[in-house]
C-alpha cells in the first residue's frame, strides 16, 4: 500500500484571525485536509509566538482564538493531527538535538536574522541589538515541528522556503552523522495561487499595516468594516475597474464564478461604490455567517478546545514518542544497561531479546466491552495478562496505541510514556520486563 503524504501546517498563535487568514491560509488548508492522500498535521505553534510578542495574554487569547476558528470553519480534528506545539515535549528536545548538528554560519543566512542585523547596522546600532537568542534560533524549531512527524510537505509562501531548506539540511545532517534514515527530508509546497486579500487602505491585509477585518466580527461590525474600504472618487454612473479595485478583489474572494461576472458587469455599468460594498458586505456574511455561530459557541467553551488539543496531542505523541526514543538512542542518551560489545562497531541498539520459535507467542487483542467503550490486552505467551488498556471512544484510538507500544519494541523509555495514555487512570502500569519482552517478540514477529 502506498504511504501517505505527511502534510504539516503551522500557525503562529501571536493575532487574531482575520479576512486575509480566512482565504489565504484557513480555508483553502482546510479543503487540503479531507486528501483521502495524505495525513494532515495542523499544529498552534506557541513557542513560536514567544518570538514574537511578550504578552502572556495575548498568547492565550489568541490559541483560543486560531483553535476555535479552524474548528469553526471545519478541521474535522478526529480525521488529522490537530495540537499545541508546546504539548508535544519531543518537539524541543528534538531542537536541542538539532542544535547540536547546525552550523552557526547556516543561522546567520536566515532572513529574519539577517533583516534584524540590516536594519541595526542602517540605525547605527550593534549589528545584534535587540536581536534575541529565540529569533536566531527559529530555523531550528521549526526544522523540529516538521521533521518529528517526518513531514513530505509543508505548504509554504516563497518568503518561508528558506525555512524548509534548513530543515532538510538538519535533516540531511543528522542522517549523515548517524548512518540511518532517521528522518524524512521535507519538501517546500510553495502556494502559488493563494488568494492576497487587500486591506481596508489598498495594501495586502496585514496586523503590521493595520488594515485587517477580523474573521469573527458581528454582521453590524462586519458592514462598517467593509463601508470603510477606501475608494476611488468615481461616482455612481461612472464606469469602474474591477481589475484594480480592492472591493472587487475582496468579493471575487468569496462569490462564485457566476456571482463575480455580474459583479463585474455592474462594475462596468458604474454601479455606486456604496451600493457595491453593500453587496460585498452581503456576500460576506452569507459565507460567514454560520461559522460565526460556531466560533461563538466554541469560543465560549474553552475546556473544550483544551480537551480537542489535548487529545490531538496524545494522538500525535504515538508519532513523535517512538521517534524521539531512536533518536536518543542514535545520539548515545541511552539506559547504561544498553551498553554492547556492538556499540563500538557502530551499531546504535542492542537487538531485542527473542524467545525461542517453539515457545507460544504473546498476543495483542482489541476488543469491545458491553458499555461500548474499547480496550485491547496484552497477554504473554501463556495467557498471563500484563496489561488491560483504559477504555476509548473509537476502535480506531485503541488500535493506535496498541500498535505504537508494539512499534516500541522494547525501548523502555517509549513504552513508559505510551503506558501513560493507554492504562486505566486508577491502575497505573509500568514497563515491567515480562510487558517489553511481549511487545519485543511481537514487534520481531511482524517484521518491524
Known amino acids: 500500500m502506498t504511504e501517505k503524504r505527511r ?6 498563535t501571536s493575532g487574531t484571525p482575520h ?9 483553502p488548508a482546510i479543503a487540503a485536509s479531507r486528501r483521502a492522500d495524505a495525513e494532515s498535521f495542523y499544529f498552534l505553534a506557541d513557542y513560536h509566538a514567544l518570538v514574537k510578542t511578550g504578552d502572556p495574554a495575548r498568547v492565550q487569547q489568541s490559541t483560543l482564538e486560531i483553535a476555535a476558528s479552524w474548528l469553526a ?14 504539548d508535544i515535549p519531543e518537539i524541543p528536545e528534538l531542537t536541542w538535538l538539532l542544535t547540536c548538528v547546525t552550523a552557526k554560519g547556516l543561522l546567520n543566512r536566515a532572513h529574519a536574522y539577517k533583516a534584524a542585523v540590516d536594519a ?90 493595520d488594515n485587517t477585518i477580523p474573521l469573527w466580527l458581528p454582521a453590524n461590525a462586519l458592514k462598517k468594516a467593509i463601508l470603510g474600504i477606501v475608494t476611488d472618487s468615481r461616482t455612481p454612473g461612472q464606469a469602474k475597474d474591477p481589475d484594480t479595485s480592492n472591493l472587487f478583489a475582496i468579493y471575487q474572494a468569496f462569490a462564485g464564478a457566476q456571482e463575480t461576472a455580474e459583479m463585474r458587469k455592474a462594475f462596468a455599468a458604474g454601479i455606486g461604490w456604496g451600493d457595491a460594498k453593500q453587496i460585498v458586505f452581503e456576500r460576506v456574511d452569507a459565507e460567514l455567517a454560520p461559522l460565526r455561530l460556531r466560533y461563538e459557541d466554541l469560543i465560549a467553551r474553552p475546556e473544550h478546545i483544551e480537551e480537542r488539543l489535548q487529545a490531538g496531542a496524545r494522538k500525535a505523541r504515538e508519532r513523535s514518542i517512538p521517534l524521539l526514543s531512536r533518536l536518543r538512542d ?43 467503550t474499547f480496550h485491547f490486552r496484552l497477554a504473554a505467551g501463556d495467557g498471563t495478562v ?50 517489553l519482552a511481549a511487545l519485543a517478540r511481537l514487534k520481531a514477529d511482524r517484521g518491524s
Open 386 to 435: 500484563l496489561l488491560r488498556s483504559r477504555g476509548f471512544d473509537s476502535p480506531k484510538e485503541a488500535g493506535r496505541l496498541g500498535a505504537a507500544l508494539v512499534a516500541a519494541g522494547d525501548d523502555a523509555r517509549a513504552v513508559a510514556a505510551l503506558l501513560l495514555e493507554s492504562a486505566p487512570p486508577d491502575e497505573p502500569v509500568s514497563p515491567t520486563d515480562a510487558i
Open 330 to 372: 542514535a545520539v548515545g542518551i541511552r539506559p547504561l544497561a544498553a551498553r554492547t560489545a556492538r556499540a563500538s562497531a557502530g551499531a546504535t541498539h542492542a537487538p531485542p531479546a527473542r524467545a525461542t520459535p517453539a515457545s507460544p507467542a504473546p498476543q495483542l487483542r482489541s476488543y469491545r466491552e458491553a458499555g461500548g
Open 73 to 86: 470553519c471545519g478541521l474535522d480534528p478526529d480525521t488529522v493531527f490537530f495540537y499545541r506545539q508546546s
Open 7 to 12: 502534510i504539516l501546517t503551522g500557525i503562529t
Open 120 to 209: 541595526n547596522t542602517a540605525a547605527g546600532e550593534d549589528a545584534d541589538a535587540g536581536v534575541t537568542a529565540g529569533l536566531y534560533m527559529y530555523p531550528v524549531l521549526m526544522a523540529a515541528d516538521i521533521l518529528i512527524f517526518n513531514a513530505h510537505e509543508v505548504p509554504v509562501g516563497r518568503d518561508q522556503v528558506q525555512h524548509i531548506e534548513m530543515a532538510r539540511d538538519l535533516g540531511q545532517r543528522f542522517n549523515h552523522l548517524h548512518g540511518k534514515g532517521y528522518f524524512t527530508l521535507p519538501q517546500a509546497r510553495i502556494e502559488e495561487n493563494v488568494a492576497t486579500l487587500p486591506g481596508t487602505d489598498g495594501r495586502k491585509m496585514s496586523k503590521s499595516y
Open 19 to 27: 479576512l486575509g487568514n480566512y482565504v489565504g491560509a484557513i480555508r
